[in-house]
């Protein structure tokens, strides 16, 4: 279940944290991140090369190269305190999926 929380109380969530010097991890999914994830199901080798290449260095990527970073990041959002998306219908909205 994707439950979904306002910015206010991610916010103080992260300051309460810092105030008790607890680890806080947010990751904001953004449009190249959402490539990765997809990749390769729903997204194209054209579009994952442009992603990869604007993002790092512009060269083309294997396959093995991209499903590490793949991997990499679902472990990361697997353990993150929040995984946020915007929402542009829902702007002060992020969700923990």
Same mark, same amino acid.
């Given at each position: 279940?994707?439950?979904?929380?306002?910015?206010?109380?991610i916010a103080k969530a992260a300051?309460?944290? /810092?105030?008790?010097?607890?680890?806080?991890?947010? *990751?904001?999914?953004? +449009?190249?991140?959402? %490539? &990765?994830?997809?990749?390769?199901?729903?997204?194209?080798?054209?579009?994952?090369?442009? /992603?990869?290449?604007?993002?790092?260095?512009?060269? *083309?990527?294997?396959? +093995?190269?991209?499903? %590490? &970073?793949?991997?990499?990041?679902?472990?990361?959002?697997?353990?993150?305190?929040?995984?946020?998306?915007?929402?542009?219908?829902?702007?002060?909205?992020?969700?923990?999926?």
């Open positions: 279940m994707i439950k979904f929380n306002r910015c206010e109380s300051l309460d944290a /810092v105030q008790t010097g607890e680890p806080f991890s947010l *990751i904001r999914i953004g +449009d190249g991140e959402n %490539s &990765v994830i997809q990749y390769p199901d729903y997204c194209c080798e054209p579009r994952i090369q442009y /992603v990869f290449r604007r993002a790092l260095e512009d060269r *083309i990527y294997t396959k +093995d190269e991209i499903l %590490s &970073v793949k991997a990499a990041v679902i472990t990361s959002m697997d353990n993150a305190d929040v995984v946020g998306m915007h929402d542009t219908t829902h702007s002060d909205v992020l969700c923990r999926l």
